[in-house]
């Protein structure tokens, strides 16, 4: 038993990372309609910065905490830069250029840091706590608070803030936005930038607990993708619960199943997404707009 | 203005397209004999790949759908057709079919959920699909030879034919290719064709035609895999050796690059973006390891901003500069149909309703 909630409290603190991406996923996907393919690399670039900040001698906080402003204005800039020409047009083009800016990242990555797998420092101190006498590792309980209050804060700007309210507002209906004089084009840039610094937050939290290289978030995309699907597409809260379901399922599949181990805990993303599209496409949460071809 | 003004579907219209196709075959068969036989073996990568992104290329530029996925439709093919061989005695000819039944049955397994709705699903579907793809390999040793691989006999050199095995290789290539690419081309002019011509035009007018929207785009995407399939299998006869770090995830996305950057949906595109893909690796190569991926990339991201058609499409501007190729104006008693009255108006114009030739 006590295995299991281990297991599962992992399970969580990886459902976690995946939430954090799955909500810079939804975020953009809300305010642009578009799937940003490139987030999880973005979100490694980001990490790779923190690495360089840290291994140059920086504290790891300033460390982090500049990695995560690097993020939210590379994302602005990518809005601003990249996508602002191409959308509302043909959703192919937004869909080939952020494609084109995942593999763009990821070589950039690859030129600047080299393609060896780099240490991440740890952020949580290491061991288990007990916890109604269950023991569970601190890392897994410190991942999870991190995104409880991210949710929190997130929350807290949209809905309680004036800069949320014009974020969904240009989100929602840019023309009438426009005309009760939000200025869209910012606020959609704030969007992005936002993104980036979540995907950052998920790249931070996860390096840890693998090796840094160029292929960090790719695995972590799919995982975020399926958990977005899961929730919903258009739900911040079902992209969380998603994310945890997908958490959970893959560390108990990989624990007690064993045809699957950890090297095929990948079909899981895979199984769920396409048993998702069978029955249920908004998934849980999403709004059932989602219409038949 | 152009050099030359031809008359579509006149004689000298009909003369200028055969010979081009006839000078492209004759250029094609001569250079594996004035070739090197390392040049002849990236000639012969790039027929494989040219196979698998004229699937891809029907797909992007007539569902509009793109997938993420087809390197593991590719590494299916070259497993099929790599088990077969090394495993049982069956000719090497019909491991080109079985490689594409296969993929096809793939792509209507995941098709068939993914397109049943409009959006970025398949994209995500196939995503998921091409990170699968290296552990399941892994994994089924019995068939795929885990990790360490599977060694292909490669199709031997009739004794009819005096030519060398890179220079058989690339000839046997390119006969499939030019088989799968004139199966394409008719594909997409025929009633497959006139329906995806329909649904990217307006998929709810093709609705209301009585097209199975989703049906078709399933077959369409069935069909693509089943060309990556063929590629795949010409790739194992091309190597000889098939090995799960051939197929991974940026193999995908070299195939889309190759799509995108050469055209969409047209032949010469599927050309052009492999010899693209092929050949730009080797000398960005030797820079820098992380060059390939930001030429790729960058190239992806500059033909949506600057070259929308791809390579393709420049070639035909540049042809249009040439050659001008304008419809036909019908003149009287040229068609039987349409009564040689005083009712046809001056100028030549069908009348209202009349049929052109």
């Known amino acids: 038993m006590e295995r299991f909630l281990q297991v599962v409290v992992d399970g969580i603190a990886d459902g976690s990372v995946y939430a954090a991406l799955a909500l810079a996923l939804v975020l953009i996907f809300r305010s642009t309609g578009v799937v940003n393919f490139a987030q999880g690399e973005m979100a490694m670039f980001a990490t790779f910065v923190a690495w360089a900040l840290a291994d140059s001698g920086v504290p790891l906080v300033l460390a982090l905490l500049g ?31 952020t494609l084109g800016l995942f593999i763009v990242v990821n070589a950039a990555a690859g030129w600047i840091w080299g393609f060896t797998l780099k240490d991440f420092p ?40 004036g800069i949320g309210l014009a974020m969904r507002a240009a989100a929602q209906s840019p023309a009438s936005a426009r005309l009760v004089g939000v200025p869209v084009g910012r606020m959609l840039m704030l969007g992005w930038g936002l993104a980036a610094l979540l995907g950052a937050l998920a790249g931070v939290l996860v ?26 597409f258009d739900s911040p809260l079902g992209a969380v619960i998603g994310s945890w379901i997908i958490g959970i399922t893959e560390g108990l599949a990989g624990t007690y199943v ?25 998934g849980l949460f999403g709004s059932p707009e989602v219409t038949r071809a | ?66 997938s993420l996925g087809h390197g593991a439709f590719f590494a299916v093919g070259a497993y099929t057709a790599a088990a077969l061989l090394a495993k049982t005695d069956l000719h090497w000819l019909l491991a080109l079919p079985a490689a594409a039944a296969v993929t096809f049955a793939l792509g209507l397994a995941f098709g068939i959920p993914a397109l049943r709705l409009r959006g970025i699903y398949l994209a995500l579907v196939t995503l998921a699909l091409a990170v699968a793809a290296g552990p399941v390999l892994k994994r089924a040793e019995p068939v795929t030879g885990g990790v360490s691989g599977l060694s292909v006999p490669q199709p031997p050199v ?14 046997l290539s390119l ?40 049906r078709v785009k399933t077959l369409l ?37 190759a799509v995108v950057v050469g055209g969409l949906g047209t032949v010469a595109g599927a050309v052009l973006g492999a010899l693209f893909v092929v050949f730009v690796p080797q000398y960005a190569g030797e820079v820098d390891q992380a060059l390939t991926g930001i030429i790729y990339g960058g190239a992806l991201i500059a033909v949506v901003y600057l070259l929308p058609g791809g390579a393709a499409g420049l070639l035909r501007r540049l042809r249009r500069r040439l050659i001008d190729v304008v419809e036909p104006t019908p003149q009287r008693g040229d068609n039987d149909a349409v009564p040689t009255s005083d009712t046809a108006p001056v100028g030549g114009q069908p009348a209202a309703g009349g049929v052109r030739p």
């Open chain 2, 175 to 214: 006969a499939v290719t030019g088989v799968m690419l004139l199966i394409a081309v008719n594909l997409t002019r025929g009633s497959l064709g006139r329906s995806l011509l329909a649904i990217r035009d307006g998929e709810r007018a093709a609705r209301t035609a009585g097209i199975d929207v989703a």
């Open chain 2, 158 to 171: 009739p004794g009819w034919l005096a030519v060398d095995a890179d220079q058989w290789l690339y000839l």
């Open chain 1, 122 to 161: 740890q952020i949580f101190p290491g061991g288990v706590a007990e916890v109604g006498g269950v023991s569970l590792s601190v890392e897994s309980l410190g991942i999870i608070g991190v995104l409880l209050a991210v949710v929190l804060v997130l929350w807290a700007l949209f809905t309680h803030t």
């Open chain 1, 67 to 97: 990695a995560l402003a690097f993020a939210f204005a590379a994302g602005m800039l990518v809005e601003r830069v990249l996508i602002r020409p191409v959308e509302g047009g043909n959703p192919l083009n937004l869909v080939i250029v």
């Open chain 1, 258 to 282: 064993d045809a699957i181990g950890s090297d095929l805990k990948v079909l899981v993303p895979l199984t769920i997404i396409v048993g998702v599209l069978l029955l249920r496409p908004s």
């Open chain 1, 207 to 232: 390096a840890p607990r693998l090796f840094l290289d160029t292929n960090l978030m790719a695995g972590v995309l799919v995982y975020s993708f399926a958990g977005a699907a899961l929730g919903g």
């Open chain 2, 1 to 66: 203005m152009s050099l030359v003004t031809v008359v579509a579907g006149s004689r000298a219209h009909r003369a200028l397209r055969w010979g081009t196709i006839a000078a492209g075959t004759a250029v094609a068969l001569a250079v594996p004999f004035n070739s090197s036989p390392s040049l002849n073996g990236d000639l012969t990568l790039v027929l494989c790949y040219a196979v698998a992104a004229a699937g891809l290329g029907m797909l992007v530029g007539y569902a509009g759908q793109v």
């Open chain 2, 221 to 257: 995407f069935a069909t693509a895999g089943a060309y990556a399939g063929v590629g795949g299998a010409l790739f194992a006869f091309a190597l000889g050796f098939v090995a799960p770090e051939s197929f991974t995830l940026l193999l995908s996305f070299t195939l889309l690059s």
